[in-house]
């Protein structure tokens, strides 16, 4: 049969331009998130990793984002590179749920030359 | 440090027959892991925690006799897909908890199935 699912959201930049990726969550009891990296027919990479009593982490050339008021988290790549083109998710853990992850949509980030 | 392999990387079989699919921790134990399911274009969806000695616990909707789930020891999970359908064709991904260390997962490289 025909399957039927969500499209990724998809981002295009220009190679040195800084990118936001956002991702919205809906369970207020996740206590703890993190960005992973997809590229084409691999496993997601960790990127970067924020706790909920926390707003803002930085790591090399990225920044993760939180506002848990209105549940959304945000990464910020800076200079970005031809490198960084790849899918990128979000992924909450549950304080209720036990230790699994839980996938947001996803964004396909594209770095123009 | 910390690797996960997946074996096979991809496979096709015929609608009917079983595929199983091994996810290896190598360089440290892991008494927690996760199998992922994802469809093209589209998010990963957790399927079932795999608990080392004890029986996976399965996401809600997940037909646990059709994707059976064995972790036998701290460095090996396996799942397999009974009686294949087409419909079952996806990139299944597994992932690794270090033993002790809650918050760290690490992926692997995924196993593309194609069932004809």
């Known amino acids: 049969g025909e399957s039927v699912g969500l499209h990724l959201p998809t981002l295009s930049v220009q190679e040195g331009d800084n990118s936001i990726i956002n991702c919205a969550y809906s369970n207020s009891a996740s206590d703890y998130f993190i960005w992973y990296k997809q590229e084409s027919g691999k496993g997601p990479q960790f990127i970067i990793d924020?706790?909920?009593?926390?707003n803002k982490r930085q790591g090399q050339r990225v920044t993760v984002l939180l506002n848990k008021t209105v549940k959304h988290l945000s990464l910020q790549i800076a200079a970005t590179q031809p490198g960084d083109s790849a899918v990128y998710f979000c992924?909450?853990?549950?304080?209720?749920?036990?230790?699994?992850?839980?996938f947001g949509t996803g964004t396909s980030l594209t770095v123009i030359p | 440090g910390a690797v996960v392999s997946q074996h096979p990387s991809w496979v096709i079989c015929k609608s009917g027959t079983s595929v199983k699919i091994e996810c290896r921790s190598l360089d440290f134990q892991a008494t927690t892991m996760f199998w992922y399911r994802q469809f093209p274009k589209q998010s990963l969806m957790l399927m079932a925690t795999?608990?080392?000695?004890?029986?996976?616990?399965?996401e809600q909707g997940v037909e646990k006799d059709k994707f059976l789930i064995n972790h036998a020891s701290l460095t090996l999970s396996t799942l397999t897909v009974t009686s294949a359908h087409p419909e079952d064709s996806s990139f299944y991904i597994c992932?690794?908890?270090?033993?002790?260390?809650?918050?760290?997962?690490?992926f692997g490289p995924g196993t593309r199935l194609t069932v004809t």
């Open positions: 795999s608990n080392e000695g004890s029986k996976a616990t399965y």
């Open positions: 992924a909450e853990k549950r304080a209720n749920t036990g230790n699994q992850f839980y």
């Open positions: 924020i706790r909920s009593n926390m």
């Open positions: 992932s690794a908890q270090r033993e002790g260390r809650t918050y760290e997962q690490y």
